[in-house]
């Protein structure tokens, strides 16, 4: 499995509070991505990053900002989270050597916003 | 901008049957990959089997194998002598081939129950 740890695991927060997701690895990748899931979306993309400081948006990107400062951190900050942000979000990783350059997963965050 | 569609949101099989799942995509690229993942009720997304689209054989990995046709835009998954294990939903992606770093666009998911 590829070496991907996302913190916390779990969170629940009130409406109106920040919130930072946190995605560690250990490969080395380059690129970085925030994906949420929601039932009858399957995965969307949040932001991703393509080197350290570099980020670009993602089709669901309101709400969302993200910070690259080392290559095996990425965070995901909701500036003041909203009910309609309440998701499972995934932090992946690609651009290893040889291959189709798949994305590799972490464990997910479940997040509630009340 | 590419879509992904799985029309069946939930499928059953029998143990040891075969079941195949359906996925079909929209794009006017030329050069891209396939992808199948399995999201079991862990939550943990395991990547099955992937297809580039210069290839015309098809992926197979074990009991698992894709039936993608380039003209028709579709991708289908084929799982053989099902086991428990497979029970999952499973999602069919898309990427565009001229970058490593692109991203993948997912359809919503096919929910696969196998049957003791």
């Known amino acids: 499995d590829a070496g991907i740890t996302q913190s916390p695991r779990h969170k629940v927060t009130e409406t109106g509070t920040p919130v930072t997701l946190r995605c560690h690895q250990t490969e080395n990748h380059r690129y970085m991505y925030w994906y949420r899931q929601d039932p009858g979306h399957g995965l969307r993309l949040i932001h991703y990053s393509y080197g350290v400081k570099d980020t670009d948006k993602g089709e669901v990107s309101d709400g969302y900002s993200v910070s690259r400062s080392k290559t095996e951190d990425f965070l995901l900050t909701l500036e003041s989270a909203t009910s309609s942000q309440t998701s499972v979000y995934f932090c992946?990783?690609?651009?290893?050597?040889?291959?189709?350059?798949?994305?590799?997963f972490g464990p997910g965050t479940r997040l509630t916003v009340t | 901008a590419q879509t992904v569609t799985q029309s069946q949101p939930e499928m059953s099989v029998q143990e040891a049957e075969t079941v195949t799942l359906s996925c079909t995509y929209d794009?006017?690229?030329?050069?891209?990959?396939l992808f199948w993942y399995k999201q079991p009720p862990s939550r943990q997304m395991i990547l099955v089997i992937r297809q580039e689209a210069y290839k015309q054989q098809n992926a197979t990995e074990n009991r698992f194998s894709v039936n993608f046709q380039k003209a028709a835009k579709s991708f289908s998954l084929k799982i053989s002598d099902s086991q428990l294990g497979d029970d999952a939903m499973y999602f069919c992606a898309y990427r565009r081939g001229e970058t490593s770093g692109s991203r993948l666009t997912f359809g919503e998911g096919t929910q696969l129950t196998v049957n003791p």
């Open positions: 992946a990783i690609s651009g290893g050597t040889g291959g189709a350059y798949e994305q590799y």
């Open positions: 794009t006017s690229e030329s050069d891209y990959y």
